[in-house]
């Protein structure tokens, strides 16, 4: 079974600066890859998609990388705001249309001003 | 409604009782998903309904658990005879079909057994 490994310790930056989480899986290449957000208390917000045979996406402040070989996704959030600090999650599905999404544990990042 | 909605936001129960949580996904999708968030934990699947097809019940933890989808709308998760460890986060998410497989989470019903 798919194993996904997200940095458990939080991540702790100053404003402005460049957030970099990451996500590993183990066995074999989902068709995509997704990222969430959480918030305390509340349900998951879903930011990115990146499909296998994509390289990099972006989207505003965020940039999601995908390396099949490293099997490894980077998630970028550049010119960081306090208001970025919450739990991502990296969650990966096998089939495109319908499917089960298998989520890491998430990683918390604390932007501080 | 806009988004997804589940009820109640809290419950708290004895142990051995039954409890049921409800979930109105968005309007129009057909995929309706339920997970269980326990502290400290990533979202552990449970069960999938996708259309009028048969649901993925792969994720139940026990027979204790179970779900239905009436309509092809509305969700309820039923579980029986609850137990500590049933104590966590659910969360209902729901998504289109044949779209890219972007998931909506409804803000989650948290479950504490005493």
């Known amino acids: 079974s798919q194993k996904i490994e997200q940095n458990s310790e939080a991540l702790n930056i100053q404003e402005g600066k460049t957030a970099t989480l990451t996500c590993n899986y183990t066995?074999?290449?989902?068709?995509?890859l997704q990222w969430y957000r959480q918030d305390p208390g509340r349900g998951p917000v879903f930011l990115l998609l990146i499909r296998e045979n994509e390289k990099e996406k972006r989207k505003e402040r965020l940039k999601v990388t995908f390396d099949t070989t490293l099997k490894q996704s980077l998630f970028h959030i550049t010119a960081s705001q306090p208001a970025d600090s919450a739990t991502y999650l990296c969650a990966l599905d096998m089939r495109e249309g319908y499917s089960t999404l298998t989520f890491g544990k998430g990683t918390m990042l604390l932007v501080s001003p | 409604g806009a988004g997804v909605s589940q009820s109640p936001s809290n419950k708290v129960t004895e142990k051995g009782k039954d409890v049921e949580l409800r979930c109105d996904p968005i309007?129009?999708?057909?995929?309706l998903y339920w997970y269980r968030q326990s502290l400290g934990q990533g979202l552990e699947f449970l069960i999938y309904?996708?259309?009028?097809?048969?649901?993925?019940k792969s994720g139940l933890p026990s027979d204790r658990f179970s779900a239905e989808r009436t309509g092809g709308s509305v969700s309820t998760l039923t579980i029986q005879r609850t137990q500590q460890e049933d104590s966590a986060v659910y969360l209902c998410a729901s998504s289109g079909f044949g779209q890219i497989n972007e998931q909506f989470f409804g803000p989650g019903t948290r479950l504490t057994v005493l």
């Open positions: 066995n074999y290449s989902p068709a995509y």
């Open positions: 309007s129009g999708h057909t995929a």
């Open positions: 309904f996708q259309g009028n097809s048969a649901p993925d």
